[in-house]
């Protein structure tokens, strides 16, 4: 499975910008995908995670009610659609899938691929 991520940018505080994530490769039927962040000097952190079995959604604290992941099955693709951007979002955006999609964990080491990562500049 490969995984190309877009979207990334430079944006002022309480704009907006959507990331894509595309999935390639071998036909899975149950998996997870997520976004995760990484900001300069820290750590790789969870913001997003959505199953393609239910349907369900989660999403870090720090981004509630600003960020939505949304899944187009048919394109293979995931989408996170951030709003109300401020500059603590400035990170290296990075897609990732869980192959086994049991549950939506907010783990980086329950996903076993990685897309590449786009950086997303929030300017104040």
């Known amino acids: 499975v490969q995984l190309q991520a877009s979207g990334g940018g430079l944006v002022q505080a309480g704009g907006s910008l959507q990331l894509s994530c595309a999935a390639s490769?071998?036909?899975?039927?149950?998996?997870?995908m997520a976004w995760f962040r990484q900001g300069s000097g820290k750590e790789r952190d969870f913001v997003a995670g959505?199953?393609?079995?239910?349907?369900?959604?989660s999403y870090a604290d720090s981004v509630k009610g600003r960020f939505t992941i949304s899944g187009d099955n048919a394109k293979k693709t995931v989408y996170l659609q951030m709003s109300s951007l401020k500059p603590e979002d400035t990170a290296i955006y990075y897609c990732?899938?869980?192959?086994?999609?049991?549950?939506?964990?907010?783990?980086?080491?329950?996903?076993?691929?990685w897309g590449q990562g786009t950086q997303v500049t929030v300017s104040s």
């Open positions: 490769g071998r036909t899975l039927s149950s998996y997870t």
């Open positions: 990732a899938l869980d192959s086994q999609g049991h549950y939506l964990s907010r783990r980086s080491y329950t996903y076993d691929y």
């Open positions: 959505i199953s393609r079995r239910s349907g369900i959604t």
